[in-house]
């Protein structure tokens, strides 16, 4: 049996333990910076693995960002069919609504907050997400600013996380 073939560092500045170094900085940088760099962007990520609340919570964040960016991609992508929503003044919003209130910024959102949320989970394949938030914007051209609780009803079919249902309540 032959040995493996020796390396030669000797045109590296420092040789390898001063390589190894370097990676491992950057290695670790990257590891700091990806959360950050990762928020910035409102890319549709499946939420797959994990927790069934690591999950939705995943897929709220991802709402939250597309939402701030008027970005449609996220509702069309996980609103369900026969998704029904109720807002804080009474209107009923089924998918295709919701999909056009954001693309043409009827509803406009400079500032979402999410202040707490719980997710609970009801079966393998059902869970609610209720919390508060602190919004800043508008509908239909009037201001909407203030603290609000919600409640979103998350369904999994055919593995994929949809909401089905969603209500929202302006705190007094």
Do not use: C, H
């Amino acid at each position: 049996m032959t040995s493996p073939p020796k390396l030669d560092y000797s045109g590296l500045n420092g040789g390898p333990e001063k390589m190894m170094k370097r990676l491992l900085a950057l290695a670790f940088a990257l590891t700091l910076l990806s959360p950050i760099l990762r928020s910035q962007t409102a890319e549709v990520t499946p939420a797959t693995t994990g927790t069934v609340e690591s999950q939705i919570t995943d897929l709220e964040k991802q709402g939250v960002i597309a939402s701030q960016s008027n970005d449609p991609k996220f509702i069309q992508s996980y609103l369900a069919d026969d998704y029904m929503g109720i807002g804080s003044m009474g209107q009923m919003t089924d998918r295709q609504t919701a999909i056009d209130n954001l693309k043409t910024g009827k509803n406009k959102y400079d500032k979402l907050e999410i202040l707490d949320r719980k997710i609970t989970q009801y079966g393998p394949n059902a869970a609610i997400a209720r919390g508060k938030v602190m919004i800043k914007g508008m509908y239909n051209g009037q201001p909407i600013d203030g603290a609000y609780v919600f409640s979103r009803t998350w369904l999994q079919r055919d593995g994929k996380w949809q909401v089905i249902g969603f209500q929202s309540t302006k705190m007094q």
